[in-house]
C-alpha cells in the first residue's frame, strides 16, 4: 500500500516513447511542474497528452513541447504559449481542441468506466459537424480534420457524442497525500487535477506534504487512493515554487490621490 517514490526520476522512469499522458493543471495554477521536467530529462518522446492548456512558453507542459517532444494535444485552450501556436500553424503538432466543460467530463468519464455521452455543447458547430483542423500542413492548410460526430435529439434538443479519455500515464500535483495515494487539492489547483487522475491508467501525483495513512479525514481527500498508483513528496523548496502566469497589483492610495 506504500505507493511513494523517492525521486523524481523513478516516479516517471517507464513513460516510455509514444506514451498518452492526462496532464493536471489550469494555467501555471496545480501543474505537476517536478514530474514534467523529470520526464523531460528522461528524453521520452511522440508523446500524446491531454491537459486543458499546454503551459505556457519555458513552464510547465511548455517544456516538453519546446524540446519537441509532443506530437498531439487534446485540450481546450493554446493560451500564452507562442510556440503551441506555432507548431500548430506550422504543422508540426497535432491538436484536438475540445469545449472546456466537454474536455473535464471525457477525463472524469473515462476514469469512471463511461466509454461515451451525449452532451449539447458544440452542436451546430465544427466540433459536431467536423472540419476542424487537427492539423495544419507546411503551406498552412488542413491536413488532417476533425471527423463529424453522431447527434441525437433528447427532449427535444440536440447532443453530440464525446467518448471518455483514457491514457497511459497521468501527471498530478496535490498539496497533502498520504502513502496510500490519497489527495487533497488546494483551492485553483483542484481544476483538472482529479478528472486527470481519474483518467490515467498508472497516476502518478506529486505532493507539497506527504502524511501518514489516517491523518486525512474521509471528508477530507478530494481524489481516493485507488485512482492513484505513486506518489512523489516534494522538497520545502518544490513545493514554494510556483509561478504567477499574469502579474497585476493595486496602485496605493496616495500614488491615486497624487495622479488625481
Given at each position: 500500500?506504500d505507493?511513494?517514490?523517492?525521486?523524481?526520476a523513478?516516479?516517471?522512469a517507464d513513460?516510455?516513447?509514444?506514451?498518452?499522458?492526462?496532464?493536471g493543471?489550469?494555467?501555471?495554477?496545480?501543474?505537476p511542474?517536478?514530474l514534467?521536467?523529470?520526464?523531460?530529462?528522461?528524453?521520452s518522446?511522440?508523446l500524446s497528452?491531454?491537459?486543458?492548456?499546454?503551459?505556457?512558453d519555458?513552464?510547465?507542459?511548455?517544456i516538453?513541447?519546446?524540446?519537441?517532444?509532443?506530437?498531439?494535444?487534446?485540450?481546450?485552450y493554446?493560451?500564452e504559449?507562442?510556440?503551441?501556436?506555432?507548431q500548430?500553424?506550422?504543422?508540426?503538432l497535432?491538436v484536438?481542441?475540445?469545449p472546456?466543460?466537454?474536455l473535464a467530463?471525457?477525463?472524469?468519464?473515462?476514469?469512471?468506466?463511461?466509454?461515451?455521452?451525449?452532451?449539447?455543447?458544440?452542436v451546430?458547430?465544427p466540433?459536431?459537424?467536423?472540419?476542424?483542423?487537427?492539423?495544419?500542413?507546411?503551406?498552412?492548410?488542413?491536413?488532417?480534420?476533425?471527423p463529424?460526430?453522431?447527434v441525437?435529439?433528447?427532449?427535444?434538443?440536440?447532443?453530440?457524442?464525446e467518448?471518455?479519455?483514457t491514457t497511459?500515464?497521468?501527471?498530478?500535483?496535490?498539496?497533502?497525500g498520504?502513502?496510500?495515494g490519497n489527495?487533497?487539492?488546494n483551492?485553483?489547483?483542484r481544476?483538472?487535477n482529479?478528472?486527470?487522475?481519474?483518467?490515467?491508467?498508472?497516476?502518478?501525483a506529486?505532493v507539497?506534504?506527504?502524511v501518514?495513512?489516517?491523518?486525512?479525514?474521509?471528508?477530507?481527500?478530494?481524489?481516493?487512493?485507488?485512482?492513484v498508483?505513486?506518489v512523489?513528496?516534494?522538497?520545502p523548496?518544490q513545493?514554494?515554487?510556483?509561478?504567477v502566469?499574469?502579474?497585476?497589483?493595486?496602485v496605493?492610495?496616495?500614488?491615486e490621490?497624487?495622479?488625481?
Open positions: 500500500m505507493k511513494v517514490r523517492q525521486t523524481a523513478e516516479a516517471v513513460i516510455a516513447d509514444g506514451s498518452s499522458l492526462a496532464v493543471g489550469f494555467g501555471l495554477s496545480g501543474v511542474n517536478v514534467i521536467q523529470a520526464l523531460h530529462e528522461r528524453g518522446g511522440r497528452v491531454v491537459s486543458n492548456n499546454c503551459g505556457v519555458g513552464s510547465g507542459l511548455g516538453l513541447l519546446a524540446a519537441g517532444r509532443i506530437a498531439r494535444v487534446t485540450g481546450s493554446i493560451g504559449n507562442r510556440e503551441f501556436a506555432r500548430y500553424l506550422g504543422g508540426e497535432e484536438e481542441l475540445t472546456q466543460g466537454t467530463e471525457r477525463l472524469r468519464a473515462g476514469g469512471a468506466g463511461i466509454p461515451a455521452f451525449f452532451v449539447p455543447a458544440g451546430g458547430t466540433v459536431a459537424d467536423g472540419g476542424l483542423p487537427w492539423r495544419h500542413d507546411p503551406g498552412g492548410g488542413v491536413a488532417v480534420a476533425s463529424a460526430k453522431e441525437r435529439e433528447f427532449d427535444g434538443r440536440s447532443h453530440v457524442l467518448r471518455g479519455l497511459d500515464f497521468a501527471l498530478v500535483r496535490a498539496a497533502r498520504d502513502r496510500h489527495l487533497v487539492f483551492k485553483a489547483a481544476n483538472f482529479p478528472l486527470a487522475a481519474m483518467a490515467g491508467r498508472v497516476t502518478v506529486e507539497e506534504e506527504l501518514e495513512p489516517g491523518v486525512l479525514g474521509p471528508d477530507e481527500v478530494h481524489l481516493p487512493g485507488v485512482f498508483q505513486r512523489l513528496p516534494l522538497s523548496a513545493a514554494a515554487d510556483k509561478h502566469e499574469k502579474r497585476t497589483v493595486s496605493p492610495a496616495a500614488r490621490g497624487a495622479r488625481a
